[in-house]
C-alpha cells in the first residue's frame, strides 16, 4: 500500500529524515513516532502528494502520491472551530465526500445515505446535526474519523489526532482506527506524541509496528527494510516492555 525507499526530507540546509525505507501492507496499523520537528507531520504531506521528497521515492498504491486521492482518508490534529462557523457534523462528512474534487459528486441520496452510515459507524449519528462549535474535542475528532472514512479508503493517515483529548476520547478515536483496519483492511499510520511513560499511550498496544523518525534525522544515515528491528524501527511490544 505504502512504499519509501531511501528517502529523505530537507528544507534548506536542515535535514528532517533521510535513508527512511518503510512499506506499510493493507490491514496493517504503523504508529510513527519522534520529537517535535522531526519531520512527522511532514511524512504525512509526503503521502497525502502535498510534498516532495528531497531523495528517494514513494509510491501509495503503486502510484506517487496525489492531493485529493479517494485512497486516502486523512484525520487532523485536534483544533477549535471558528466561532459561528454554519455547519453541522453531517456537513462536515459531507465535504470528505465530494468537497475536494472535481468532477461529478455522488447523487443527492446516495451522498446522505454514506454520510449516515459513517457517523453512525463513528458513534457520531446523535450529534449529526449539532453545529460543529457545540460539539467537544472528543465529539469533533470522531466526526473528522467519520469524514476520513467517508470515501471507504484503502489507506488512514492520522496526523496527532489525540492531542487535546482526554484519555477516554484517545481510547475511542484509536479504537475506531484499529476497528476500521480490522474489519476493512485498510492500512494505518498513525502519529502521535508520545510524553510520560510509554506504555500509557492508547495508541502503541494497537500498534503492529513503531518508526522512530527522530532517529532518521540528518546525523543518521541509513534506513530499516520493513520487518528489522534496527535504525528506528521497534516491534510494538519491546516500546511497551521498554524504558521511555
Known amino acids: 500500500m505504502i512504499r519509501l525507499r531511501d528517502a529523505a526530507l530537507a528544507y534548506g540546509d536542515r535535514t528532517l529524515w533521510r535513508g527512511l525505507d518503510l512499506d506499510v501492507a493493507a490491514g496493517e496499523f504503523v504508529v510513527v513516532l519522534g520529537p517535535n520537528g522531526s519531520g512527522k507531520t511532514s511524512l504525512m504531506r509526503v503521502l497525502l502528494g502535498l510534498q516532495r521528497l528531497t531523495a528517494g521515492t514513494v509510491t501509495v498504491h503503486g502510484r506517487p502520491p496525489r492531493r485529493g486521492s479517494d485512497l486516502i482518508g486523512y484525520v487532523p490534529q485536534h483544533r477549535t472551530v471558528v466561532p459561528h462557523t454554519p455547519l453541522r457534523a453531517r456537513d462536515l462528512v459531507r465535504l470528505g465526500i465530494d468537497g ?3 468532477g461529478p459528486r455522488r447523487s443527492r441520496p446516495e451522498a446522505r445515505r454514506r454520510v449516515a452510515a459513517v457517523l453512525r459507524d463513528v458513534g457520531a449519528a446523535e450529534f449529526a446535526d449539532v453545529p460543529l462549535e457545540l ?9 473528522r474519523v467519520a469524514q476520513a472514512l467517508a470515501t471507504d479508503p484503502r489507506i488512514l493517515l492520522c496526523d496527532e489526532p489525540l492531542l487535546s483529548l482526554d484519555a477516554e476520547h ?6 475506531l482506527a484499529d476497528r476500521r483496519r480490522r474489519e476493512h483492511g485498510t492500512a494505518v499510520v498513525f502519529v502521535t506524541h508520545v510524553t510520560g511513560a510509554r506504555d500509557a499511550d492508547p495508541v502503541l498496544p494497537l500498534a503492529d509496528r513503531v518508526l522512530d523518525l ?13 520487518g528489522e528491528v534496527r535504525a528506528g524501527e521497534i516491534q510494538a511490544g519491546e516500546i511497551q516492555a521498554g524504558a521511555a
Open 100 to 102: 475536494h474534487r472535481w
Open 135 to 143: 460539539l467537544s474535542g472528543g465529539e469533533l475528532q470522531r466526526v
Open 170 to 175: 484517545q481510547r475511542i478515536v484509536a479504537g
Open 214 to 226: 527522530g532517529r532518521f534525522g540528518g546525523v543518521q544515515a541509513g534506513g530499516v527494510q520493513a
